[in-house]
């Protein structure tokens, strides 16, 4: 027997199917036909959980009155603003709004969800390939399409996800940029004095993501007990200094700092604390272990663009004249880099220390140790490398 559910909808059980049926009416198309619309579940509960999922969707203006599925670009808008953007964070939605707005409605959104085809989804991978983007470029377009129709298939629009269906473009794996021991003295030695001294010695001791060193305060740093914990990461969300939570429940945790890291945040805290007496009323309280001149935070591109001038300058202190610049070049200066670049060359030196990739993971703050193993797998080869070439040393051979 069909019951009411919220006076909207009938749910009952398909004994035929063994599966409960929600079914919604929505209103009448052109010629004045009921446009009807049924979702399936497993159990009544699922049933009405559909119902209300297809019953927002209407509300949203997701369903039209012609009674068809709506285009793709009608999906993404309501995707976009009622589902997605409420989950993500700021960075992560703008970056998949530029996605859907600019490289999946103009190619696809013409297209009815329910007549689009794995077909369709390839044939756009293959062609921004071959126009010059990435592979991974192409995948996060796909995860983009593959995620707003997963809500489809929710609200009972598309019976299949043909994003998830679509064969992906073949990716290798980049191997990541780092520094070695002998580079990574090298970045300290010229980073000494600079007020990015304290905060690249402790991303690259401890590997933290920029976001979470910049987020970084001093009641989450303690000096005697040699530890930091990461609570919080600070990102810019239109102009606004806005405070996130950890990107995922492995990122909240607490890190043992190397001896060399403690020694760089002491000092750069007696310099904070100049800065603030020197600033006075002027000083912009935050908290914060590393901030601007004034104690604002500090801006994530301004860091970087700062991090890649230091390693411009290890070269120009090179000497030998004009025969010898070459060979002294090659061996003083640092390679560019960005400033996430020193969270793997601290995997590298751990690595490279004998330290086990589980502990790694910890560090870092992966979710998963496949991840990490996945990441630096070509690292651990090379490890493996100079271990058997030791050995064949160590028996003469």
């Known amino acids: 027997m069909a019951r009411r559910s919220g006076g909207e909808g009938t749910i009952a059980f398909d004994r035929e199917r063994k599966l409960w049926v929600a079914r919604l009416s929505m209103g009448y198309d052109a010629k004045g036909k009921r446009i009807r619309r049924r979702v399936y579940g497993k159990t009544q509960r699922e049933a009405r959980e559909k119902l209300e999922q297809l019953r927002r969707s209407a509300e949203q203006g997701v369903s039209v009155t012609s009674g068809r599925a709506p285009t793709l670009a009608e999906l993404l808008q309501v995707w976009l603003a009622e589902v997605h953007k409420p989950r993500v964070r700021p960075t992560t939605y703008r970056r998949d709004e530029w996605v859907a707005l600019k490289r999946l409605t103009p190619a696809l959104g013409r297209h ?69 021991k002998a580079q990574s003295l090298r970045l300290l030695q010229a980073v000494e004095g ?11 001791g401890v590997g933290l993501r920029q976001g979470e060193a910049l987020g970084l305060t001093w009641d989450a740093v303690d000096l005697e007990g040699g530890t930091l914990t990461i609570r919080q990461t600070l990102q810019r969300v239109d102009g606004e200094y806005v405070y996130l939570p950890p990107k995922t429940s492995k990122s909240r945790r607490t890190i043992p700092l190397p001896g060399i890291a403690v020694q760089a945040l002491r000092r750069h805290r007696t310099r904070q604390l100049e800065d603030r007496l020197r600033r006075g009323e002027k000083w912009d309280d935050h908290g914060l272990v590393f901030t601007g ?104 051979g």
Request: aromatic share 4%.
């Open 112 to 180: 009815r969800v329910s007549a689009l085809t794995p077909l369709h989804v390839e044939k756009l991978l293959r062609e921004m390939v071959a126009d010059g983007l990435t592979p991974r470029t192409a995948q996060h377009t796909r995860s983009v399409l593959r995620a707003a129709l997963n809500q489809a298939m929710r609200w009972g629009l598309v019976s299949r996800n043909v994003a998830a269906l679509a064969e992906p473009p073949a990716m290798r794996r980049k191997e990541v940029a780092h520094l070695d």
């Open 293 to 396: 001149a004034n104690g604002q935070p500090l801006y994530g591109p301004f860091v970087t663009r700062r991090f890649q001038r230091i390693l411009a300058s290890t070269c120009q202190d090179c000497s030998g004249g004009a025969d010898g610049h070459a060979a002294a070049h090659e061996f003083r200066s640092l390679p560019r880099l960005r400033f996430h670049d020193l969270r793997h060359s601290c995997a590298s030196l751990l690595l490279a220390q004998g330290v086990p990739l589980s502990t790694i993971q910890e560090v870092l703050g992966h979710t998963s140790y496949a991840f990490t193993r996945d990441v630096y797998a070509h690292l651990s080869e090379e490890l493996k490398r100079d271990a058997a070439t030791a050995m064949d040393s160590a028996l003469g």
């Open 194 to 204: 600079d007020r990015l001294e304290a905060l690249v010695t402790v991303a690259l």
